[in-house]
């Protein structure tokens, strides 16, 4: 990411790694976020609510064994989650650092 932003011409690039722990009351509230309030909610749009919530419900059973016990201990479901933060500035415009601009 930083090779990026430098190379599209931004000065002061940092990048951070940042890991949290995110935390949902089970995989069927995972599975219903995930496929009702993202881009992901495409894929059942067109489809009656009754069949919505019946795909979401088989998800969630699929998908419950592919995950690690310690990810659903105490009944809940977590995860570390982990996100690359860049920071850079507008890289100057021959010479002028103050403003960016022409003089």
């Given at each position: 990411m930083e090779e990026l932003l430098s190379d599209a011409g931004f000065a002061g690039v940092k990048v951070n790694t940042v890991v949290q722990?995110?935390?949902f009351p089970?995989?069927?509230d995972y599975v219903r976020f995930q496929l009702l309030a993202t881009p992901m909610a495409?894929?059942?749009?067109?489809?009656?609510?009754?069949?919505r919530q019946a795909v979401i419900r088989e998800v969630a059973s699929e998908v419950t064994?592919?995950?690690?016990?310690?990810?659903?201990?105490?009944?809940?479901f977590c995860f570390p989650q982990e996100a690359n933060i860049g920071t850079a500035s507008?890289?100057?415009?021959?010479?002028?650092?103050?403003s960016g601009y022409l003089s």
């Open positions: 722990r995110v935390a089970s995989v069927l495409a894929l059942l749009a067109d489809r009656p609510d009754s069949e064994d592919l995950f690690a016990a310690a990810m659903l201990e105490g009944g809940t507008a890289a100057p415009i021959d010479g002028d650092r103050a």
